[in-house]
């Protein structure tokens, strides 16, 4: 019984050894694991001077998402495959670095064990896999862009490629633009032109004020009727006559008559006026 077990297992395992393609671009296959935090850890530095076939330096991956491929070629180089068990199950997306010889996939471990939660990683599993956008492996790879970039193999040594430190140059296009909104504070000129216009107004309506000045004035006119009555009166009689005649004679215009009317008692106070200025002088003269 466990003879026959064994023979079913293994067939099972040879089956899924052949990838089959799904109407959903599935291929199912045999997936083991690779030690590839291991040898990173392990190695350090040099391990970058034994890079898979894509050429892509294990220092600048995340060795905990990456996947080696049966018969994988440059058009594979830094692609995103996603897989997971063949009957469903969690999904992981990992990024093609190397080639396998093997059928199916060799994925490492932190992967495989995400996928196949519980299971021992020296068991192989059968899993189905298939490529999906570069997106979905944001961050695996973070060297040049001959690494990193999907469907190119990198030829050069670790030595001929720039430090991957100097990577953030992408940051340049953040170059503030920010400046730029500043220029809108420059519509506060426009917005003082019309706060002059306002203030230009009421310096109009001040020149229009000054018509205002000549009722003010219109009191002076009386200065005149002062004088035209002082010249007139040594010509009214003493009895307080009418003056019309004499205020005639003064050269008025019309619109003293008002005043001509007033000259009479404006006689009898200048006849008192001299009774007392004689008087006054008559007692100067007693001194």
Same mark, same amino acid.
């Given at each position: /019984? ?6 079913? $297992? %293994?067939?099972?395992?040879?089956? =899924?050894?052949?990838? #089959? ?19 990173? +850890?392990? !190695?350090? +530095? ?17 060795? %905990? *998402? ?9 058009? /594979? ?6 897989? *997971?068990? =063949?009957?469903?199950?969690?999904? /992981? @997306? ?10 199916? !996939? ?5 992967? @495989? ?87 230009? #107004? ?6 229009? =004020? ?6 003010? +004035?219109?009191?002076? *006119? ?5 004088? $035209? ?6 010509? !009214? ?5 009418? +003056? ?21 008692? &404006? %006689? ?8 007392? &200025?004689?008087?006054?002088? &008559? ?5």
């Amino acid at each position: /019984m466990q003879l026959l077990t064994t023979i079913v $297992a %293994a067939a099972t395992l040879a089956l =899924a050894a052949l990838p #089959s393609v799904s109407a959903q671009n599935w291929q199912t296959g045999r997936c083991t694991y690779h030690p590839y935090e291991e040898d990173k +850890a392990r !190695l350090g +530095a040099s391990y970058d001077n034994s890079p898979g076939w894509c050429g892509i330096r294990y220092s600048a991956l995340n060795a %905990a *998402r990456i996947v080696a491929v049966n018969g994988l070629g440059t058009g /594979m180089c830094a692609q995103c495959i996603e897989f *997971r068990g =063949a009957n469903g199950g969690p999904s /992981m @997306f990992v990024l093609a670095v190397d080639q396998k010889g093997d059928p199916g !996939l060799d994925v490492a471990r932190s992967s @495989f064990q995400a996928a196949f939660p519980g299971s021992n990683p020296l068991d192989p599993q059968v899993c189905a896999w298939r490529i999906v956008a570069p997106s979905n492996c944001a961050g695996v790879c973070f060297g040049s862009a001959g690494e990193c970039t999907p469907g190119v193999r990198n030829l050069l040594p670790a030595s001929q490629l720039p430090p991957i430190g100097r990577q953030p140059a992408r940051q340049q296009p953040a170059q503030q633009p920010a400046q730029q909104p500043r220029q809108p504070p420059a519509r506060a000129s426009p917005s003082a032109s019309p706060s002059a216009s306002p203030s230009a #107004s009421p310096r109009i309506t001040r020149s229009r =004020a000054s018509p205002t000045a000549s009722p003010v +004035a219109a009191p002076a *006119r009386a200065s005149p009727t002062t004088d $035209a009555s002082s010249a007139s009166w040594p010509n !009214l009689p003493a009895n307080g006559g009418s +003056a019309s005649t004499s205020s005639t004679g003064s050269g008025l215009p019309p619109r003293t008559g008002l005043v001509s009317a007033s000259l009479p008692a &404006a %006689a009898s106070c200048l006849s008192a006026t001299a009774l007392t &200025a004689v008087a006054l002088s &008559a007692v100067a003269a007693l001194l």
